[in-house]
Structures are given as C-alpha cells and as structure tokens.
C-alpha cells in the first residue's frame, strides 16, 4: 500500500485542501487526519464514527492529603512551579516527570495516567477516515500520531485499500516526524511568500533526514509571481520537483463552507489545477516504484 503525506512548513498554505483533492480523486483508498492539534479534514468527508477510545499519553502528580505532611521536598524539586506554598499540585502545570514521587519521604504522591485526547474512526462519503483530537495543554501530539496511523492502517487492512492519504501537521515538530515515519511519498505544499520560502527550507530539510521523495506545491502562485520564481529555483537547487501551481481562487472557501473539495466543483480554477497535481502525482509515484526496483534510491534527487 502507498501512502501520501501532506505536509507545510507552516499553517495556512492549503495543506488540507490538496489533501482532500486527493481524497476525493484517489481510489480504493483510506484517510488520516494526523494534524491532531487543530483536526479539519473531517469538514470535508461528512464521517460517521464507528469507533473511538480516550487517549492516555501523559502522567500526571497526585497527592493523597492523608500522608501528605507538608514537608515541602516536593515543592523543592519541583522545576515546573506546579506545587504551590500549601503544597496544592496544579495538573495543568505537572509535567509528570515523577520527581515528586521520587523525593516524597511518606510516599504521598503517585503518578497516574492523564487523558490527553480522543481518537476515532469513522465512515465517511470519500471512504474510511481515522482521526483524532489532543485536549488544550497537552503536549503528546507525537504519540497520538502514531495511534491515528495505527488505526488508518488497521482500516486499510479491513477494506484492503492500496493508498492512504495522510493530512499531516504544520511545522516541523514531533506530530510531522511521527506523520512522516513509514510515508511513500511526501507533497509539501507553500506559498509565494519569504516565511512560505523560510518554512520550505525548514519542512524539506526534515523529509530529507527521513529520505522520503518529496514533491513540491506552490499554492496561490499568481499572488505573487517574483516569488513563486525564488521558491521554485530554490526547489530546482535542492533537487525537490516542483509538481504543480495551484493560483488563488475566490470560489474555495464557499466550497468549503458547503463542505466539499474543490475538485468537485469543475468551474474552479483552483480545482482544475489539484487535478493535474494529482494526475501528475501519479505518474510520479509509479515512476518512483520503478526506480526503487531498479536499485535507484529517489532520496538522491536532493541534497540527503
């Protein structure tokens, strides 16, 4: 089964767009939302759960005020401030790193598992989706990550689909390394734009690390065409592929208001040109097998 991950060096670039093009061109396939800080390709598949779990990805400090006595060594090894004077355990400033366990002379305080977030699967019109959402504060992205893709890949099992599409994080953090293990194929996507450039470099040199082949996206390219050029002579440098423009299009947000992709809607410009991307994407990725057989590794393409 190949598997294409959607990924930006920063948020806003139309990261999830292209990937619900792909989500509605592909075929046979599953979905994953492993951007489970702010989760949205649900918007566009309409799912309906079929399973979902709590998710456990963090400790927490609890005191028991029965032994406690007020000694303080807790307070003092304390590096995140979460103990205060009275010896009160804020949750939301515990890292639950144990120290407090470890120093408390009347074994006063324990460490239990903290619920971090929620995890689903679900049916949806563009096939079965898996997905997931980490609560406000916590900082286990990574580990959520990983379960979402375990639960896509148990999907595909089931249904014996050949593609995943994966809608990954924004950045270059512990959610997009977790997205990126394992990935066939890489599409990053950009904007015309000195932080969109900036970004690139950043996302790039992170797949490179992982030598998976990536291609390049340059969404509303005709907002500012200088730019578009710099960014795509800094991907002809790097060996990066440059698979496509997307320009800027009024009609995308009414589609997504309405819930669809805009590939489903054959008067936009946006949507005619993520079909050529996906058409193109193809052929690449098929010639990219080839290569791999032929004992040619398309990490080589870049500087990795």
């Not at 060096?9 to 292209?18: A, D, E, I, R, V």
Request: proline share 5%; with cysteine; net charge negative.
């Amino acid at each position: 089964m190949k598997s294409v991950l959607f990924l930006s060096g920063k948020g806003g670039t139309g990261k999830t767009s292209l990937a619900g093009a792909f989500a509605v061109l592909s075929k046979n396939k599953v979905l994953a939302d492993c951007d489970v800080d702010a989760a949205n390709l649900h918007l566009l598949l309409n799912p309906q759960i079929t399973e979902s779990g709590e998710f456990q990805g963090s400790n927490e400090a609890v005191k028991d005020d029965a032994k406690c006595t007020n000694c303080g060594e807790c307070r003092r090894v304390c590096r995140f401030h979460a103990i205060d004077e009275e010896v009160n355990i804020d949750p939301y400033l515990c890292e639950g790193c144990g120290a407090c366990v470890y120093v408390c002379p009347t074994d006063a305080i324990t460490l239990r598992a903290r619920l971090s977030g929620q995890w689903y699967t679900a049916t949806s019109r563009l096939g079965p989706l898996a997905s997931a959402e980490l609560y406000p504060g916590e900082e286990t992205s990574g580990k959520l990550v990983t379960l979402v893709k375990q639960k896509a890949y148990t999907l595909a099992k089931e249904v014996e689909a050949e593609r995943m599409v994966i809608d990954g994080s924004p950045g270059i953090g512990c959610p997009v390394i977790a997205s990126a293990t394992g990935a066939s194929a890489v599409i990053l996507v950009t904007e015309p734009s000195l932080s969109g450039l900036h970004d690139l470099e950043r996302i790039l040199s992170v797949v490179t690390h992982f030598r998976i082949p990536a291609y390049l996206v340059v969404n509303k390219f005709d907002l500012n065409e200088e730019m578009t050029v710099q960014v795509e002579e800094f991907a002809a440098e790097k060996g990066l592929e440059v698979i496509g423009r997307i320009p800027y299009d009024p009609g995308v947000p009414q589609r997504m208001i309405e819930g669809k992709s805009v590939v489903e809607d054959e008067q936009s410009p946006a949507g005619a040109a993520m079909r050529e991307i996906y058409a193109r994407f193809e052929k690449e990725a098929w010639m990219t097998s080839a290569r791999i057989k032929n004992g040619v590794n398309p990490c080589d393409w870049t500087d990795g």
